[in-house]
Every structure is written in structure tokens, then in C-alpha cells.
């Protein structure tokens, strides 16, 4: 196992005691009773040995995928990973396809992407499809191992099976993640759903962006905000009568959203 490239500790985050860079194999330590597991999918071997010899460092136990084919079936096995790292750049079913499949199985499974470009239109892409964030690369072990940790976080404070929300027209099912307009399900991508139910929970009130992205991502970052609006489009589009001219959804100028 080259580890060669991982030689940065550089992690803030530590919470699981660390493995020596040299012995990987001690993952299997007592450690392991405790050690969450990461499905790393990345088809360049060098890559994908750099995540794996970081994340082993950091006390994860780690499987890995060279193609979205077998990370889907990896996925399948037990244990489930509790954490997906997924490169968006892949032969045959690519990251974004394997990020829907996924969450088509398990909406509470933490999936953070990868990617090459710093192009915009991958993030949103990415994080509609239910990932909880990206990174771009190229990242140190530092940084990648911090990202982990948030995300993680941020899925293990999801809230569990909530209670069916109705407002007005609208029904929100947060067990299948779907909702509903007069009994219809309007298709909300994951990402659609949670800025849905982000705005339902609190109803009247006004919402900054920044509010929102807190809620939806865990921390506003910049590109949130843009994307956000990119969302709350494609959300009117899907539960408005005239998305035009929202009633569900409204802007309030300078200051956010708001529903109701
Ligand atoms: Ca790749």
C-alpha cells in the first residue's frame, strides 16, 4: 500500500484515535469496534490509494471502488458505509449517476463528491442530487478529512423519520423523502425536498439565505447562496401554480425567502 502522498496530519477534527501512517493494517485494532466505514470510489489508483491511506490514518476502515458499478454493489453489501466519497469523473456510470442511485436506496447515508472542475454547474448538480457536499480537487488529507467530519456531523443530526408535514395543498413525506401537491408527487430532487422542508418548518417566517444554507448544508459557504436560488427556481417550477408569480414560496427583497 503506497501511502507516500498522505504524509499531511493535518486534521483538526480528530475524534477517532489515528492509525501510524505506516501500518494501516492497525486499522484493525480495537479501533475498528468503533471506526466508521468509508466506500471510496475513484477510478485513478493513485487517487484513490492517497483517500484511502488519509482516511486509514484518521481511524476509518475503508472499501473501495474503482467504477460507479462496483461502488453501487459494494454498497449493497453489510455493513453499509457510513460515508460515500464519490469522484464525479468515472467510466461508465459517472459520480452523479451513482449519487442518485444511492440515494434512491438510503436518504440518510452521508455522500461527499469529488471533483476535477471548479465549474459551478457540477456543485449544484451534485448537491441536487442529494450529496451533502463537494470537494475540489486536488485537496490535502487535512482538508478532505475535516469535509468528512462535517458532513458526517451534519448527516448524524438529521433528523430521524419526522411526522408527515402538511401545508395547505403540499405534503411532505420525509420517510420516502417525496412530496406531495393534491396528492401528487411533484418529483423534488433531495435537494429540492430539504430547502421544502426547511421552509415549512418555519412558516411566516423570513429566511436569509444564509439561514437556509445553514439548514440545508450545515454552514453558508459562497456559491450556496447561488445555488440556493437555482433550487428555490426549479422547486416553484414543481409546487406553483404560477411559477411566475409564486404564492408558496415568496422573495423578500434584500433579505431571503419566506413561505406561506
Ligand atoms: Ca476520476
Not at 493535518?10 to 471506526?35: C, M, Q, T
Not at 423523502?177 to 418529483?187: E, P, R, T
Amino acid at each position: 500500500m503506497n501511502e507516500s502522498t498522505a504524509r499531511d496530519p493535518g486534521s483538526s477534527e480528530r475524534d477517532v484515535p489515528a492509525v501510524p501512517p505506516s501500518r494501516p493494517e492497525l486499522a484493525k485494532h480495537p479501533v475498528e469496534a468503533h471506526a466508521l466505514l468509508a466506500l471510496v470510489v475513484e477510478d485513478e489508483p493513485v487517487a484513490r490509494r492517497f483517500i484511502q491511506a488519509s482516511l486509514v490514518k484518521d481511524g476509518f476502515k475503508v472499501i473501495e471502488a474503482e467504477s460507479g458499478e462496483e461502488a453501487l454493489k459494494l454498497f449493497d453489501q453489510s455493513p453499509t458505509p457510513n460515508i460515500v466519497i464519490l469522484d464525479i469523473g468515472l467510466p461508465g456510470l459517472d459520480g452523479f449517476q451513482v449519487c442518485k442511485r444511492i440515494r434512491e436506496k438510503r436518504a440518510d447515508i452521508a455522500i461527499l463528491m469529488l471533483t476535477a472542475r471548479a465549474d459551478p454547474e457540477d456543485k449544484i448538480a451534485g448537491l441536487d442530487l442529494g450529496a451533502d457536499d463537494y470537494l475540489v480537487k486536488p485537496f490535502n488529507p487535512g482538508e478532505l478529512v475535516a469535509r468528512i467530519r462535517a458532513v458526517l456531523r451534519r448527516a448524524a443530526l438529521r433528523p430521524a423519520l419526522e411526522e408527515p408535514l402538511v401545508f395547505g395543498d403540499l405534503t411532505l413525506d420525509f420517510q420516502t423523502q417525496n412530496a406531495f401537491k393534491n396528492g401528487v408527487d411533484v418529483n423534488l430532487s433531495p435537494r429540492e425536498f430539504s430547502i421544502l422542508a426547511a421552509l415549512l418548518r418555519h412558516p411566516g417566517q423570513i429566511m436569509s439565505r444564509d439561514q437556509l444554507a445553514k439548514e440545508v448544508w450545515g454552514e453558508p459557504r459562497n456559491g450556496n447562496a447561488r445555488a440556493l436560488d437555482v433550487f428555490v427556481c426549479k422547486l416553484r417550477d414543481k409546487i406553483e401554480d404560477d411559477p411566475s408569480c409564486p404564492r408558496l414560496i415568496k422573495t423578500v427583497r434584500g433579505a431571503g425567502y419566506t413561505c406561506g
